[in-house]
């Protein structure tokens, strides 16, 4: 769990963490030294994965960025056909925030035939979806509704949930493309209740915005829209 404790040992040095998120159907392999110049310098992680990616287009794109870089790369996968044992590591997420049995537990079992065959290190993490003002990928291919970000209480509640289920992270998700980001109200409450590491990402376009996020509390901020 290398990984896993570099991501606290940053925490314990106030080093604030950035991933850049890859989604591989909007990913060119030619452009990958490009893009990867392109990503800001604090660039600590690559996430790659998104909600609908055809069939071994992840292990094509992972196998491509391992080629031009040195940074880790965890999966962030939509579904276990997502997997690959090229990555480093895997977020083995759990959506909290939804009552779909599938994305709960289904998908978690289905994926541990491919994990078998694999070093990928393995960080339990509780999903929470909330609502960024659009209709996001995530809910739509999970069937489930996000949490209101009026509903503070819900959602601190559900991060809390997820640190006594064993999670090691907590991600606060308002979808790919958001409208708005999770505002820093909801970072902080979680932050200051949860003793586990807090990512946030979802509609965090601007320095301002990534900045914002950091001070409310979240150890890592995930970017993808902003770079595409
Ligand atoms: C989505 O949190 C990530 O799963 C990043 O979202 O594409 O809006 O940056 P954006």
Do not use: C, W
Request: aromatic residues 8%; without cysteine.
């Amino acid at each position: 769990d290398t990984f896993y404790k570099t991501l606290l040992n940053n925490i314990s040095a106030k080093k604030k963490q950035l991933a850049i998120l890859i989604d591989p159907e909007k990913f060119t392999n030619a452009e990958a030294a490009v893009f990867l110049k392109k990503i800001p310098n604090e660039t600590t992680h690559l996430f790659v994965g998104g909600s609908t990616v055809k069939n071994g287009r992840t292990n094509e794109t992972v196998q491509v960025l391992k080629a031009e870089t040195n940074l880790p790369i965890f999966l962030f996968p939509g579904d276990y056909s997502h997997i690959t044992p090229l990555a480093d590591a895997l977020l083995f997420l759990t959506l909290l925030s939804g009552r779909n049995a599938e994305y709960l537990v289904g998908q978690q079992i289905k994926a541990i035939s491919k994990l078998k065959q694999t070093a990928l290190q393995i960080i339990s993490t509780g999903y929470i979806l909330i609502d960024g003002g659009n209709n996001s990928a995530v809910s739509k291919v999970t069937k489930t509704e996000p949490l209101s970000q009026q509903n503070i209480e819900e959602i601190v509640h559900t991060a809390l949930a997820g640190q006594y289920m064993g999670a090691k992270l907590i991600y606060l998700e308002a979808g790919s493309g958001a409208k708005f980001p999770v505002n820093g109200a909801i970072i902080s409450r979680v932050k200051s209740t949860i003793s586990i590491p807090v990512i946030v990402g979802g509609g965090i376009k601007t320095e301002a915005q990534k900045q914002a996020a950091y001070r409310a509390g979240a150890d890592m901020v995930v970017m993808g829209t902003a770079f595409e």
